[in-house]
């Protein structure tokens, strides 16, 4: 079909060229996320196990999920890995940012040591780490039995498992907020800085009165997004306990792997699936809500 | 703008998904309807049977030296593999779901699961008008496991009963005598005991967290996981307290094995320690061989059969093969199937010593017995009668086995005491299986 013989306007012609040229990751986007998306929207309302036909049954699965002991001690797992990982690792990459932002020499080459975790897959991070963390041949005991010190059992006993992810995982992220920080920081303009130190504001000063107020917003960013991600933690578990010893590390996410595909209960899983969004939701909510409480003020 | 945007999208996601069903509506139908014409036969047609294929190199290669076989006397039938890698059964529920599942399906304890939900077709009326074939040949208690509602869905492949593998040195080194065949739980652990040496790093044992060897004990001591009736759960009996109790022993008392967490943290596998004598006897099947042959043990060492108690029973690793209940070819299926599980096919499975033969002929365990490696392989052989794989005959198995190894691991860390963990582990399997 000639196009010039429809007669339309050149602003249509322009937008139809322009969804012409963005269809490709909007096809990607409905089959990759639209429709997953909805498809386990739907899955959470009825008793699907994957394979037979699946039968509608209201709210059944989230009414369900509220006396789910093993949910709601998944749900707590995840919030001590979440109180672990955000507020320390998001601390030690600002300190890191604001020391690499320093005019200190090879800066390059220390960022790159801190980004180089980041890209590398977490599979053969969690793989080596759980190596490091081996109680008879580990690196990590063997450094500490030269100190003389307490060699914990870490991914062998029930209380020292999750702290031994939680560290692994701030090492592991550390560089991501890194980078995020060193953007805020080159925002700041210096001649703030110039001004305080002609006050004689020391480093100190300057660092809680001129730093930390204007990364407001990248703290904020670095925030929502640590805790995001932290909900959705999964691969290290997977990789170094499989959720235990004793279920001591099944976090969310693994929870609902092990219902959707192995326990056959994928409507059940897909409901949790929706209620851990809820809860980001929320959460991300009440963030945005305090930050915007402080710019009134 | 906004309806054209919205017009555009719906489009794009109508075009996605007639495409996406279309496309796969029309291979399945256009592969099928030729074949079915023209029916068996005719030397000239040929049917193509998909089948799953999966585990190590040398596996595979028996099940296509087997599948080379059969298509040479078949020559109408062609065999096309479905490789279903590591994550079996992951990969099988996905290739179910997604609607193109191989006409023969790899099955290591899902029959049951499968089998409830309607994917599997019942084997009985191809087994009732084969006069070919003898069902008779295969041990009850594994062809038991595979049936539901008195219909059976599976035929096992390759049988593997666990024994226990042992090194000769370290027990020469303690003054111990070499196990016998009829030794009992007493001796195993006064044996475990004496060749356990801390100092040196040495296990006695391993209680492996590997598949249901915890039930192995449980039934060694007269206790097992359900009621007959598969109703409810039976581990409240006195009888799996006392083999709580043992396993409690074992792991924590004696600590003559590591415990759950210490084999994860340690991260080598049983046969790794037992080759760096840094364990002197561990439970394994069949499977051990090949690796044992290729890369001779530094030390003298044999197998012998689990130690007594009530009883001898043990577990096993199993491969079962079941038919799809929508393949388009269940006549073919089913010659393919019976081939393998055949006489043919199991004097191949005994060739490669992999594993046993799953039924019990006579001509193909001999090639196991004759083989010599390691001396009391005929250990193996026995066993087999006395497999008994309680757990592959409740539906809800996997959702069991999670909650009761989180039991089994609070009390094998030293959290917990047999009574509580038989307590814990009754009321939430009974809650599962009441669901």
Same mark, same amino acid.
């Given at each position: ?50 394979? &037979? ?34 507020? #320390? ?6 300190? +890191? ?20 975790? +980041? ?99 990248? &703290?904020?960013?670095?925030? #929502? ?26 976090? #969310? ?45 | ?47 193509? %049977?998909?089948?799953? %294929? ?9 099940? *296509?030296?087997? $599948?080379?076989? =059969? ?54 009326? =191809? ?15 594994? %062809?038991?496991? *595979? ?5 059976? *869905? ?48 040495? *296990?006695?044992? %391993? ?27 039976? !581990? ?15 792991? !924590? ?53 689990? /130690? ?27 010659? !393919? ?19 046993? /033969? ?20 005929? $250990? ?45 582990? =009754? $009321? ?8």
């Amino acid at each position: 079909m000639n196009l010039k013989s429809l007669k339309i306007p050149t602003s249509m012609k322009e937008t139809l060229w322009a969804y012409v040229f963005i269809s490709p990751i909007m096809l990607g986007f409905a089959v990759f996320m639209l429709y997953p998306l909805s498809a386990s929207l739907y899955l959470s309302f009825t008793n699907s196990d994957g394979i &037979t036909v699946a039968g509608f049954v209201g709210f059944d699965n989230y009414v369900k999920l509220m006396s789910d002991k093993d949910f709601i001690k998944s749900l707590f797992v995840t919030a001590y890995y979440t109180l672990g990982t955000v507020p #320390i690792g998001t601390g030690l990459a600002l300190i +890191v940012a604001v020391i690499l932002n320093a005019k200190i020499r090879f800066t390059t080459i220390y960022r790159s040591a801190f980004f180089l975790p +980041v890209i590398t897959s977490m599979v053969a991070v969690a793989t080596v780490w759980k190596w490091l963390y081996n109680t008879d041949y580990g690196l990590i005991n063997a450094f500490l039995m030269n100190l003389g010190l307490y060699e914990p059992p870490w991914l062998a006993s029930d209380k020292w498992a999750m702290p031994a992810i939680i560290m692994m995982s701030i090492w592991k992220g550390i560089g991501f907020n890194m980078v995020l920080f060193l953007a805020g920081l080159q925002g700041i303009s210096p001649t703030i800085y110039e001004a305080a130190k002609i006050d004689g504001a020391n480093g100190l000063r300057r660092f809680v009165h001129i730093t930390i107020p204007l990364l407001r917003n990248t &703290t904020l960013f670095v925030f #929502i997004i640590a805790i995001i991600s932290s909900f959705q933690v999964f691969d290290q578990v997977f990789i170094m306990t499989k959720g235990g010893p004793a279920k001591s590390t099944t976090v #969310i996410i693994y929870y609902i792997y092990q219902n959707a595909f192995q326990f056959f209960k994928q409507g059940y899983a897909s409901a949790m699936g929706y209620v851990l969004f809820a809860i980001i939701f929320v959460i991300t909510m009440v963030q945005l809500k305090i930050s915007n409480r402080k710019d009134v003020n | 703008m906004k309806k054209f945007s919205l017009i555009a999208m719906g489009f794009v996601l109508l075009v996605g998904l007639l495409t996406g069903c279309g496309g796969n509506a029309n291979s399945t139908k256009g592969n099928d309807t030729e074949p079915v014409n023209k029916g068996e036969g005719n030397s000239g047609a040929s049917v193509t %049977i998909k089948m799953a %294929i999966s585990g190590s190199e040398q596996e595979q290669k028996l099940r *296509y030296e087997t $599948a080379d076989l =059969f298509m040479k006397d078949h020559p109408n039938i062609k065999i096309e593999w479905v490789d279903i890698g590591n994550e079996r059964y992951q990969k099988t529920l996905t290739l179910i779901s997604g609607g193109n599942p191989p006409d023969i399906l790899y099955i290591n304890d899902w029959t049951l699961p499968l089998a409830t939900r309607g994917v599997l077709m019942p084997l009985d009326d =191809f087994i009732k008008e084969d006069h070919s074939f003898n069902l008779d040949e295969f041990y009850p208690s594994i %062809i038991d496991a *595979y049936k539901l509602d008195g219909k059976l *869905y599976g035929l096992p492949q390759d049988l593997s009963p666990t024994v226990i593998y042992y090194n000769k040195d370290l027990f020469d080194q303690a003054n111990l005598p070499y196990p016998a065949d009829d030794w009992t739980q007493d001796d195993f652990i006064t044996a475990a005991k004496k060749l356990t040496n801390p100092a040196k790093k040495q *296990y006695g044992f %391993i209680l492996s967290t590997w598949n249901t060897e915890y039930d192995g004990w449980m039934l060694r001591n007269g206790a097992s996981l359900f009621t007959p009736d598969l109703k409810k759960s039976a !581990v409240d009996s006195p009888e799996a307290l006392k083999a709580l109790q043992l396993l409690k022993q074992i792991v !924590v008392d004696d600590h003559v094995s590591p415990n759950p967490a210490e084999i994860q943290a340690m991260g080598q596998y049983d046969y790794a320690l037992f080759r760096n004598r840094q364990l002197a006897m561990f439970s394994s099947g069949l499977w051990q061989l090949p690796g044992f042959k290729a890369e001779p043990l530094p030390f003298k060492w044999d197998v012998v059969r689990m /130690p007594k108690q009530v009883n001898q029973a043990t577990k096993a690793g199993v491969l079962s093969w079941s038919i799809h209940k929508d393949t388009k070819h269940p006549k073919e299926a089913w010659e !393919v199937l019976k081939f393998f599980v055949g006489h043919e096919g199991m004097k191949l499975v005994a060739k490669y010593s992999m594993a046993l /033969p799953a039924s019990d002929v006579k001509e193909a365990n001999q090639i196991i017995i004759d083989s010599k490696f390691p001396v009391n392989v005929k $250990a193996f052989v026995d066993s087999a009668p006395l497999v008994n794989m309680e757990e592959f005959r409740h539906p809800k198995w996997s959702e069991l086995s999670v909650a009761i190894n989180e039991q089994l691991d609070r009390m094998l860390i030293g959290n917990q005491s047999p009574e509580d963990t038989q307590k814990n582990m =009754f $009321a939430k399997m009974n809650e599962i299986m009441a669901e």
